[in-house]
């Protein structure tokens, strides 16, 4: 049982691992899906201050 252990816990934290890039990386991509329409609001809100 001992033996048994060791490479189901080994295979838990790879699965885990694999499973934590994968949300990180889903993530970032929204992130900046949502970020970049706010982001050209705020600089095209700054750019017509400037101007006014």
């Known amino acids: 049982m001992k033996s ?3 490479p189901v816990m080994i295979a838990g ?3 885990t691992f694999g499973l934590d ?6 993530h970032q ?3 900046g899906e949502i970020f ?3 982001a050209i ?3 095209e ?3 017509g201050m400037v101007k006014w």
Not at 21 to 26: M, R, T, V
Request: include cysteine; aromatic fraction near 12%; charge should be neutral.
């Open 45 to 47: 809100g700054i750019d």
């Open 21 to 26: 890039c994968f949300l990180y990386i889903s």
């Open 4 to 6: 048994l252990s060791s």
């Open 36 to 38: 970049t329409p706010y």
């Open 13 to 15: 934290l790879l699965l």
């Open 29 to 31: 991509q929204k992130e």
């Open 41 to 43: 609001h705020r600089l």
